[in-house]
């Protein structure tokens, strides 16, 4: 049987409601060619409006309590932002608040205050790389020809994909050679420092754990894993004076990116809720610790309010 293409009892709210939660990242003043998956403020600033008029707004701890107590409100929907970049304090705050809406923040805390990330240090690499050959010496891995913007897209498309999965060790050799590379050119201030995450909590915004570097659980044994969610954990709370509720898995894809007992070490370490990567929208008996997520791409507001409807067809846990 063919999936329907929409179901408006899952956005009526009551027992058989479904939550759409909204996943965001970094939010740019105009396009970057080599970013162009990014949200621009403009069109942020429409998905916000769209979202103040016509759905509720609701804290992700508050909406994921409901959804399982079978009472979400008609049209409730969660915002939440992966990272910790500071646009998010500079862009997405403001438009937030000039919509009277609320977000969870969820901040790797290893890059607080001057640290840079490795996709951003590959962009600036693929950015500032000469014409001609680039080899970064990975293993298994081609010279890239580096031209035009499309083969500069496609190679960093490629060097994402291979260095997300590297041992965090290589990984992280690899990016602070690059850093080195890139001198001056290297990328500054992209992520936001104490003061920016107390500001995000202070104007009513939650915060969420991301573990400290970023580093995919499922690529870590057991113990590192477990002190990437505790000490990101413990971070964020010292640093704000409140119990961190909420978190997200890095990169975000169940079986792939975090297992089972990455789930029970994220209950163990006291959050009340977690949230993956899988595309759909949540039910009454989905897991609170594999809440799914999507992101929200459109650019009217007629294609607003049509994704939203369509993603109802993708419920998880029902």
Known sequence: MARPIFSL?????GPQAALPVLMYHRVLPEVDPLQEGLHLARTMDMQFATLARCFKVL???????????GRLPPRAVSITFDDGYRDNH??????????GLTATFYVSSGFLNGGTMFHDVMVETIRHAPTGQLDLGLADTQPFEI????????????LVRQVKYLDASHRAELSER???????????HLMMDDDQVRTLTRAGMSLGGHTTRHLILARLDDAKAW????????????????AITSFAYPNGKPGTDYG????????RAGFANAVSTHSGVGTRTASRFEMPRFVL?????????MRMLRMTAYPIGA
């Not at 990437?228 to 010292?238: G, H, K, Q, Y």
């Open 9 to 13: 009892s899952k956005l009526a709210g």
């Open 59 to 69: 804290p992700l701890d508050e909406a994921i309590d409901l959804l399982a107590e």
């Open 90 to 99: 500079d862009i997405a705050l403001p438009l937030l608040q000039r919509h």
């Open 147 to 158: 031209s035009d913007i499309r083969s500069r897209l496609a190679a960093l498309a490629c």
């Open 178 to 188: 690059l850093l080195a590379a890139l001198g001056a050119k290297a990328p500054q």
């Open 227 to 242: 002190e990437e969610i505790r000490s990101n954990a413990d971070t964020l709370s010292t640093l704000t004076g409140h």
């Open 260 to 267: 089972p007992q990455h789930v029970e070490m994220v209950q």
């Open 297 to 305: 791409n459109e650019t009217s507001v007629a294609g607003v309010l």
